[in-house]
């Protein structure tokens, strides 16, 4: 087990992502009721990679991220096909103009919607499958420098650094 971030291999429409699933990503300010809204984003880099086309957001909205620091949120990819393994559903993205750090953000609203366990002594985390439940495991990235944004991760380690600005936190 390591104190990364939770970090799993799915595809978007088919082509590959990294998901980060982030429990304090909480749920959409703004109600909007035909898409299957559930606190989930993309990055550009991940759009530019995938070549889809975005489209206008019926409704804009501004999150609030970790560093008090306001990103709005103004376009959309709807109707994606989200796959981890076996496992798949529909879900809409909003683009994540904040950063290219991670492919896929799944926040605390998609986890409780769809009953997701993450079993903290492996990581692997179980989603719903038909009438019982699919292990997705951690991606493999021991030993490797995650780097992107202002964000280093070392992972494989006991300790998690992360840099952001002028100092170091260990």
């Known amino acids: 087990s390591s104190f990364g ?3 799993y291999d799915c595809t978007l429409n088919g082509t590959r992502a990294k998901a980060l699933l982030d429990t304090g990503c909480t749920n959409l300010p703004v109600n909007i009721s035909n898409l299957a809204v559930a606190s989930a984003y993309c ?12 489209q206008q957001s019926p409704a804009s909205f501004e999150v609030i991220v970790a560093n008090e620091e306001k990103v709005s949120c103004k376009r959309y990819i709807p109707n994606l096909e989200l796959r981890f393994g076996p496992y798949k559903e ?24 769809r009953d997701v366990v993450v079993d903290n002594s492996t990581d692997d985390m179980t989603l719903p499958y038909k009438s019982s439940r699919i292990k997705v495991p951690l991606t493999s990235m021991d030993r490797r420098i995650f780097n992107k944004g202002r964000y280093i991760w070392v992972l494989g380690m006991e300790s998690m650094l992360v840099f952001n600005g002028p100092r170091m936190i260990t």
């Open 90 to 113: 529909r879900i809409d993205l909003f683009v994540f103009e904040g950063s290219n750090a991670f492919d896929l953000v799944l926040g605390r609203q998609w986890f409780k919607l």
């Open 43 to 54: 990055s550009p880099d991940w759009v530019k990679r995938s070549g889809l086309k975005t």
């Open 5 to 7: 971030p939770l970090i």
